[in-house]
């Protein structure tokens, strides 16, 4: 009875130390509070100069800089992403991209503040975990509008989160902000993001070896 009750604590234990975050597996995100982004804080550059995020402009003018990092911007630290809204019909998007294990859950998370006009002005700010094949295919991506959700009448911080499940098939996850504007001078307004963290829960299987592996040196020592 003794061994018993040693073999369930032990795989107690194990299961529920899995259930804490891991550093993500293929390394942990760069850069995501942005405190390394832009050297001199005057143009759009600030997403390539992090050395970490993919950058893509897809209408717009993007040297009319949507994207810069700022000090006023940031939710931690002292540096934030500011998203600009003064231009019409502009789209962006960035993240980045990691290793993928079929089976584990991933969280995705971001600071996110608004300017009250822009919102109103049709801007949108969303967030997405992108599934890619073996090929490098989009299988199917998981998106959360930041603007939609957002809640502040004082545009104070807000946490947005995102948790979704790698699917069978999968080669590589991308993290993917998609930033686009409908219209004109919005009195200055745009969005604020900063503190963004991705993380991964180990696969259900990797936790049944886990507590397997536990189970079975246990058995070893007492045989010693
Ligand atoms: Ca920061």
Redesign the pocket.
């Known amino acids: 009875m003794k061994l018993l009750t040693q073999i369930i604590g032990c795989a107690a234990l194990t299961l529920g130390s899995a259930h804490a975050t891991t550093t993500l597996i293929g390394g942990s995100i760069g850069n995501g ?3 390394a982004a832009l050297p001199d804080g005057s143009d759009n550059s600030s997403i390539d100069y992090s050395g970490h995020w993919y950058y893509n402009s897809t209408s717009g003018d993007a040297a009319d800089g949507q994207i810069k990092a700022k000090t006023w911007a ?7 992403l500011w998203l600009k809204a003064y231009k019409a019909d502009t789209a962006s998007s960035f993240g980045q991209e990691f290793a993928a294990t079929e089976g584990s859950t991933y969280t995705l998370s971001a600071d996110f503040k608004a300017t009250s006009t822009v919102i109103a002005d049709g801007a949108s700010l969303d967030m997405s975990i992108i599934w890619l094949d073996i090929d490098g295919e989009v299988m199917y991506a998981e998106t959360l509008s930041l603007s939609d959700s957002y809640t502040s009448s004082n545009e104070l911080w807000e946490t947005f989160e995102l948790t979704a499940t790698a699917p069978e098939g999968v080669s590589d996850v991308q993290i993917e902000f998609d930033f686009a504007t409908t219209k004109d001078g919005s009195t200055g307004g745009g969005f604020m993001l ?2 963004v963290n991705f993380t991964v829960i180990p696969e259900p299987s990797a936790v049944s070896l886990l507590g397997l592996s536990g189970i079975c040196l246990l058995l070893r020592r007492r045989r010693c």
């Not at 940031?74 to 934030?80: L, R």
């Open positions: 509070n942005f405190e940031a939710s931690e630290g002292s540096a934030g900063d503190d």
